[in-house]
């Protein structure tokens, strides 16, 4: 049953004549204060922010004052007390709220400027388990919620990015905020204290490695408004979560137009590709297009690994994503703006390659710092009707696989190092998945078919075009590898791939009819390799 409601109706206008600080992130806080106490508005505040306000010499009234009662216990307890949360949820229009307030000389407050222990921050930072726990806020969270409830009559202010326009508002109402703005100042508190706590319960659940909380809750800090999502029609938002994982959400963008949402979508792919590749073995570029890689490849160096992974079909990568797992040279960022690119994406650049792609005004360039580790646990979130998928991040990595050998054949150790290759890349690309390989390149990849047969046959297709673009008097699948997703249901899509030339297959292995698929392999003479792994990629 609901509370009952009183039916009072909010005042458009009110006075602020009293405000309360209380604030951890100090960032403008003094030339607030002073706008506040131009303005005519006694200034309330706590510890370190009183002491902050009163040495830019405001008068400033410590809460003490109004709650008759000392801080205490080291600061956690200092506004959870009657005289401030009765000056903030008190109904000023209701007669027994009213009288409830003179009888107790609660005296009435109308602004709340108030944000939060920086939880999130010291969560990232490593640090231990009890100064965590000391950063989780109580009594910020219960006065912004207080406040934010009752927006009838009390304006709370959690952002230091809004203070510019409360003092523009109380300006132009001559020293009020109507109710318009004080609901739209409740809504971005609300969501503020949702987001902290889905923090905290977030970072409760992996410390306690409990998998599947009964309540489970995701938050997010708005950092660009988009000019459309996938389509025209679809308006977007990019949210910040706080995780510190290099890529699109923590990157650097030194130049180029706003990132759009499909870009952002494959950046976070292509990024999250090529950081399977360990800079010091190898330099390493991904190009991505929707989301799927149309060429991956090893080399010397990325010039030279840019020239493989180009070669593997030159017409999708026209207009795709750029990914490499070293820092961006002058003679890479020349080849790689002959192209069309709508991103470049790196762990750092070099000045002269940064001034190559600067002549392209249009062509986004991103720096990370640094390369998203394959291993580390994180959890991945898709919606759906109703409600939310929630799962752990694929973090299996082939290099630590246990792979056994089903066939009479071994691979060569070549044939191994292209096979590996193949099973990294196979993980970033959508099912059902085929990726052929050979001298540490993709050279054909079949993407999110409904049909095994029809992707390595998709494949099979693009080498041959790619061949014929090159001038090759045959495709680069002859004497290749291949690399499935999942494993063959039947021997029709192995036989698929040895008529595209492949001479050794890797796959998880697992079907009901793997003694079929490795019979074909035999009769064949290739060597086929189980993983024991799948990867799935929807």
Same mark, same amino acid.
């Given at each position: 049953?609901?509370?009952?409601?009183?039916?009072?109706?909010?005042?458009?206008?009110?006075?602020? =004549?009293?405000?309360? %600080?209380?604030?951890?992130?100090?960032?403008?806080?003094?030339?607030? &204060?002073?706008? %506040?106490?131009?303005?005519?508005?006694?200034?309330?505040?706590?510890?370190?922010?009183?002491?902050?306000?009163?040495?830019?010499?405001?008068?400033?009234?410590?809460?003490s004052e109004l709650t008759g009662f000392?801080?205490?216990?080291?600061?956690?307890?200092?506004?959870?007390?009657? $005289?401030?949360?009765?000056? %903030? *949820?008190?109904?000023?229009?209701?007669?027994?709220h009213a009288k409830a307030m003179r009888?107790?000389?609660?005296?009435?407050?109308?602004?709340?400027?108030?944000?939060?222990?920086?939880?999130?921050?010291?969560?990232?930072?490593?640090?231990?388990?009890?100064?965590?726990?000391?950063?989780?806020?109580?009594?910020?969270?219960?006065?912004?919620?207080?406040?934010?409830?009752?927006?009838?009559?009390?304006?709370?202010?959690?952002?230091?990015?809004?203070?510019?326009?409360?003092?523009?508002?109380?300006?132009?109402?001559?020293?009020?905020?109507?109710?318009?703005?004080?609901?739209?100042?409740?809504?971005?508190?609300?969501?503020?204290?949702?987001?902290?706590?889905?923090?905290?319960?977030?970072?409760?659940?992996?410390?306690?490695?409990?998998?599947?909380?009964?309540?489970?809750?995701?938050?997010?800090?708005?950092?660009?408004?988009? =000019?459309?999502?996938?389509? +025209?029609?679809?308006?977007?938002?990019?949210?910040?979560?706080?995780?510190?994982?290099?890529?699109?959400?923590? &990157?650097?963008?030194?130049?180029?137009?706003?990132?759009?949402?499909?870009?952002?979508?494959?950046?976070?792919?292509?990024?999250?590709?090529?950081?399977?590749?360990?800079?010091?073995?190898?330099?390493?570029?991904?190009?991505?297009?929707?989301?799927?890689? @149309?060429?991956?490849?090893?080399? $010397?160096?990325?010039?030279?690994?840019?020239?493989?992974?180009?070669? @593997?079909?030159?017409v999708s990568a026209f207009g795709g994503?750029?990914?490499?797992?070293?820092?961006?040279?002058?003679?890479?960022?020349?080849?790689?703006?002959?192209?069309?690119?709508?991103?470049?994406?790196?762990?750092?650049?070099?000045?002269?390659?940064?001034?190559?792609?600067?002549?392209?005004?249009?062509?986004?360039?991103?720096?990370?710092?640094?390369? +998203?580790?394959?291993?580390?646990?994180?959890?991945?979130?898709?919606?759906?009707?109703?409600? *939310?998928?929630?799962?752990?991040?694929?973090?299996?990595?082939?290099?630590?696989?246990?792979?056994?050998?089903?066939?009479?054949?071994?691979?060569?150790? &070549?044939?191994?190092?292209?096979?590996?290759?193949?099973?990294?890349?196979?993980?970033?690309?959508?099912?059902?998945?085929?990726?052929?390989? =050979?001298?540490?390149?993709?050279?054909?990849?079949?993407?999110?078919?409904?049909?095994?047969?029809?992707?390595?046959?998709?494949?099979?297709?693009? &080498?041959?075009?790619?061949?014929?673009?090159?001038?090759?008097?045959?495709?680069?699948?002859?004497? $290749?590898?291949?690399?499935?997703?999942?494993?063959? +249901?039947?021997?029709?899509?192995?036989?698929?791939?040895?008529?595209?030339?492949?001479?050794?297959?890797?796959?998880?292995?697992?079907?009901?009819?793997?003694?079929?698929?490795?019979?074909?392999?035999?009769?064949?003479?290739?060597?086929?390799?189980?993983?024991?792994? =799948?990867?799935?990629?929807?």
């Open positions: 049953m609901a509370v009952p409601t009183k039916n009072i109706p909010a005042p458009d206008l009110v006075p602020v =004549r009293r405000a309360l %600080l209380s604030v951890f992130d100090k960032t403008g806080l003094v030339d607030f &204060a002073k706008a %506040l106490a131009a303005a005519g508005v006694e200034l309330v505040s706590t510890g370190g922010t009183a002491k902050t306000i009163a040495e830019a010499g405001l008068a400033v009234r410590d809460v000392p801080e205490i216990m080291d600061g956690r307890v200092k506004t959870l007390h009657p $005289s401030v949360h009765g000056a %903030l *949820l008190g109904i000023r229009d209701d007669a027994e009888d107790h000389h609660i005296e009435p407050i109308d602004l709340v400027v108030s944000n939060l222990y920086p939880f999130e921050e010291v969560r990232r930072s490593g640090a231990g388990y009890a100064s965590i726990v000391e950063n989780i806020d109580i009594g910020g969270p219960a006065m912004i919620r207080a406040s934010a409830k009752n927006h009838a009559y009390v304006a709370i202010v959690t952002d230091p990015a809004d203070y510019a326009s409360v003092v523009n508002a109380l300006e132009m109402n001559l020293g009020s905020l109507s109710l318009d703005f004080r609901k739209k100042l409740a809504a971005k508190a609300f969501a503020r204290t949702a987001t902290y706590d889905a923090a905290i319960s977030g970072w409760f659940a992996e410390e306690l490695q409990i998998e599947h909380p009964t309540w489970r809750a995701f938050g997010g800090r708005l950092d660009q408004v988009m =000019r459309y999502g996938e389509n +025209p029609h679809q308006n977007a938002g990019f949210y910040l979560s706080g995780d510190k994982r290099p890529g699109v959400a923590t &990157a650097k963008q030194l130049q180029g137009k706003q990132l759009s949402y499909n870009n952002i979508n494959d950046t976070d792919a292509a990024f999250e590709l090529v950081g399977e590749f360990d800079p010091a073995r190898s330099a390493a570029i991904a190009i991505i297009k929707h989301a799927n890689p @149309c060429g991956v490849a090893e080399g $010397s160096s990325l010039k030279a690994a840019y020239a493989k992974a180009l070669a @593997c079909d030159p994503i750029v990914a490499m797992n070293r820092i961006l040279d002058a003679e890479a960022a020349e080849e790689i703006v002959k192209t069309f690119t709508e991103v470049i994406i790196a762990p750092d650049v070099a000045d002269e390659a940064a001034a190559i792609v600067a002549a392209k005004k249009n062509l986004r360039l991103l720096v990370t710092g640094g390369l +998203p580790d394959p291993r580390v646990a994180g959890t991945t979130v898709k919606s759906v009707a109703g409600g *939310l998928l929630v799962q752990s991040r694929d973090n299996a990595v082939v290099d630590d696989l246990e792979l056994k050998v089903v066939t009479k054949r071994a691979p060569t150790p &070549a044939e191994l190092a292209d096979l590996k290759f193949a099973f990294r890349v196979a993980k970033h690309v959508k099912s059902n998945a085929i990726v052929y390989a =050979r001298d540490g390149a993709t050279v054909g990849i079949g993407a999110g078919q409904m049909s095994r047969v029809d992707s390595s046959r998709i494949a099979a297709r693009k &080498a041959l075009d790619a061949a014929a673009a090159a001038g090759l008097a045959e495709p680069l699948t002859k004497g $290749s590898v291949v690399a499935s997703d999942a494993f063959f +249901p039947f021997a029709d899509g192995l036989l698929s791939a040895i008529e595209a030339g492949a001479t050794a297959v890797i796959q998880p292995g697992g079907s009901m009819r793997d003694d079929d698929v490795i019979a074909a392999a035999d009769e064949h003479g290739i060597a086929m390799v189980f993983t024991g792994v =799948r990867h799935f990629r929807h």
